[in-house]
């Protein structure tokens, strides 16, 4: 059973920082895109970041500039370095491994989400 094991969220106050971390399989993380995304309560879950194996980013527009997504290929271990926190990020971040096997075909794998809840 592939797991995506999360940690690093908590409250912080505005302006603050914090780092998530998700790490998982060398099998999976080494074929697959990473990514995070995160739910705030009553609303959709949304894409935050994502990067690929071969390192290519993508942000949504609300968080360029001040969050980073890495790859530390060594421990199998995506991060998530979020500055500039303001409360509008508070919500309960998910990592997400997704890609694609020649013999098993897709596959789309989510951590049990961290909690970030940023005061004013």
């Known amino acids: 059973q592939v797991q995506l094991v999360e940690s690093g969220g908590g409250l912080v106050q505005a302006g603050g920082s914090l780092r998530l971390s998700c790490a998982t399989s060398?099998?999976?993380?080494?074929?697959?895109?990473m990514g995070w995304y995160r739910q705030a309560p009553g609303k959709q879950r949304e894409l935050v970041t994502t990067?690929?194996?071969?390192?290519?980013?993508n942000y949504a527009d609300s968080v360029k500039g001040r969050f980073t997504i890495s790859r530390e290929n060594a421990k199998n271990t995506v991060y998530l370095q979020m500055s500039s926190l303001k409360p509008e990020d508070t919500a309960v971040y998910y990592c997400?491994?997704?890609?694609?096997?020649?013999?098993?075909?897709?596959?789309?794998?989510w951590g049990q989400g961290t909690q970030v809840t940023v005061s004013s």
């Open positions: 997400n491994a997704n890609g694609r096997t020649y013999y098993n075909g897709a596959f789309d794998y």
């Open positions: 060398r099998n999976i993380f080494s074929i697959a895109a």
């Open positions: 990067i690929t194996s071969g390192g290519r980013t």
